[in-house]
């Protein structure tokens, strides 16, 4: 096993960052994460598993041993009539991994085409997009205790999956690693078009006949027009989740705000659109160095070139301070600090 001292992550992390780690190993097996475990070079040091990068913010240079993941594998392991149950291992590219489900017909994850990562990061945060969340297909999770090496085996309910949460993000976290999971995925698809762009886009696309391949289509089409690609400007997708209020609260913010652009929860609270309110304070495609909020999305702050994690962290500080000043709202990070 190569361990790489003072190793630069500018290329393992999508802001792009300057930033670097006092050490650095990766792992192409679980036999080989667990041979890790008894290094000293593990036993004495923080440690950071790390899947694509895209939803990190490194504010300073990283003090310990980062395992870049990359397990690889896809394989069904159970079929009936109307469901495939398929493993994925941590290391999968996620959007390679929906397209290989797209491409078998396989129904289930087509709204989450392009979003960056890897598989074994999508159950952290219960990725979403367009009405359809991991929690909607995950059967389960394979981890591995980072201190013990005990394989643990999560059900969808164990995962406790919340708006962008899971239990990996808060009790657990830095206590796994990920190493697969299992997605319960449909032979017979129900579409879910109902968030309004891609029913636009199918109409644009001249799609007669719903298909998976044809929501994936218009969702990479919807998402390629709007969002940042990484590869061009340092981003990690939506800094900040979407707050939650309390009808009374919604109520009293809609009468000042008529144009607060809002949705209702089956809780009876309100989700706000924090794109919106972060624009309405005047944040919308400013640049502060180059450190920047995006020109297309409020919510998605950008690195330009040379920006460093602390600039942009504080970047996001005042944007967090202006709403909460102006909107008595308190927004909270998506994006993981370290
Ligand atoms: P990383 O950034 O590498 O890691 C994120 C966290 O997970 C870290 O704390 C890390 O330690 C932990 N982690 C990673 N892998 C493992 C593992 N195997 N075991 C244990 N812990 C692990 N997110 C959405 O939900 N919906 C979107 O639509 C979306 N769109 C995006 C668009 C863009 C342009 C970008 C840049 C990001 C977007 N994101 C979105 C955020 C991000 O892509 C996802 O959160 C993704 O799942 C992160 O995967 P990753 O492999 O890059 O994780
Ligand atoms: P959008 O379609 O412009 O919508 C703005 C916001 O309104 C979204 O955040 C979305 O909430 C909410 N929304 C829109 N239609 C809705 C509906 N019918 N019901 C409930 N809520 C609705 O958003 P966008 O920026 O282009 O993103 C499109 C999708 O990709 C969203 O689901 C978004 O979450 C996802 N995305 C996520 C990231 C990330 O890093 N997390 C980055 C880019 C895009 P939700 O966010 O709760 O869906």
Not at 40 to 57: H, M, Q, V
């Amino acid at each position: 096993m190569q361990f790489l001292s003072k190793y630069s992550l500018k290329k393992y992390h999508t802001f792009g960052t300057d930033v670097y780690t006092k050490c650095f190993t990766e792992i192409n097996s679980v036999t080989q994460f667990k041979d890790l475990l008894q290094e000293d070079i593990y036993k004495n040091n923080a440690i950071l598993i790390l899947g694509g990068g895209s939803n990190l913010l490194f504010t300073k240079n990283f003090n310990g041993l980062i395992v870049k993941n990359n397990l690889h594998g896809i394989e069904i392991i159970k079929q009936d009539e109307n469901h495939v149950w398929v493993k994925a291992a941590a290391g999968e590219n996620w959007h390679q991994f929906v397209l290989w489900c797209v491409n078998h017909n396989y129904g289930g994850v087509e709204n989450l085409s392009l979003i960056p990562g890897c598989v074994g990061a999508s159950p952290m945060q219960n990725i979403g997009a367009y009405g359809v969340e991991i929690k909607d297909v995950c059967e389960q999770v394979n981890a591995i205790d980072v201190k013990t090496g005990e394989e643990k085996t999560f059900s969808n309910a164990d995962c406790k999956f919340g708006y962008r949460e899971s239990v990996f993000k808060h009790a657990y976290k830095n206590k796994y690693l990920i190493a697969s999971v299992v997605f319960k995925l449909s032979k017979k698809p129900v579409f879910n078009t109902s968030y309004g762009a891609i029913e636009q886009e199918l109409k644009a696309m001249g799609v007669i006949q719903l298909s998976v391949k044809a929501i994936s289509d218009a969702v990479i089409n919807i998402r390629s027009s709007k969002l940042p690609d990484p590869a061009k400007i340092g981003n990690a997708g939506s800094f900040f989740k979407n707050p939650e209020v309390s009808k009374q609260k919604h109520d009293k913010l809609k009468q000042q705000y008529p144009n607060l652009v809002a949705y209702a929860l089956d809780n009876g609270n309100y989700k706000l659109a924090a794109g919106w309110l972060i624009e309405q304070c005047g944040f919308k495609g400013k640049r502060f160095g180059d450190a920047g909020v995006h020109v297309n999305q409020a919510l998605v702050l950008v690195n330009y070139g040379t920006a460093s994690g602390s600039e942009i962290y504080n970047l996001s500080q005042q944007i967090l301070d202006a709403v909460k000043n102006t909107y008595g709202v308190t927004l909270e990070r998506e994006v993981n600090i370290y």
